[in-house]
């Protein structure tokens, strides 16, 4: 496995951690749990069509010898670890932080 490829996996892993802490607490819900994959899913889409045009335009490359994995499009597969750990860690980050999943509990079935 490559640097990058480990460094990728630390952070994405890393980014987990909290997410499993507002699991744990008690604060994370689905409809919270939908709200992430349905913000990973837009900003790992984001990050596919913006990489590919401006890899595809020459507004950067990478070197052949620093790419490790497939490619999506132009985009090697580790330009995707940010956006997917962003997306993870933020809301997560939001929850412990503030609170707002633990409020008063809901008794709506759907998010439970």
Do not use: C, Q
């Not at 990973?40 to 070197?63: C, E, P, Q, W």
């Not at 670890?81 to 929850?95: D, E, K, Q």
């Amino acid at each position: 496995m490559s640097a990058y490829a480990s460094l990728n996996f630390a952070f994405v892993g890393l980014a987990l951690l909290p997410l499993l802490a507002a699991a744990l607490s008690g604060r994370l819900r689905r409809r919270t749990l939908a709200a992430l994959g349905a913000a990973a899913s837009g900003m790992l889409l984001l990050t596919a069509v913006f990489d590919n045009i401006m890899i595809g335009v020459g507004l950067f490359t990478y070197a052949e010898a620093t790419l490790a994995g497939p490619l999506v499009g132009l985009a090697p597969l580790g330009d995707f670890a940010y956006p997917l750990g962003a997306a993870i860690l933020l809301p997560a980050a939001w929850l412990l932080l503030t609170g707002d999943g633990a409020k008063e509990p809901s008794h709506d079935p759907e998010d439970r």
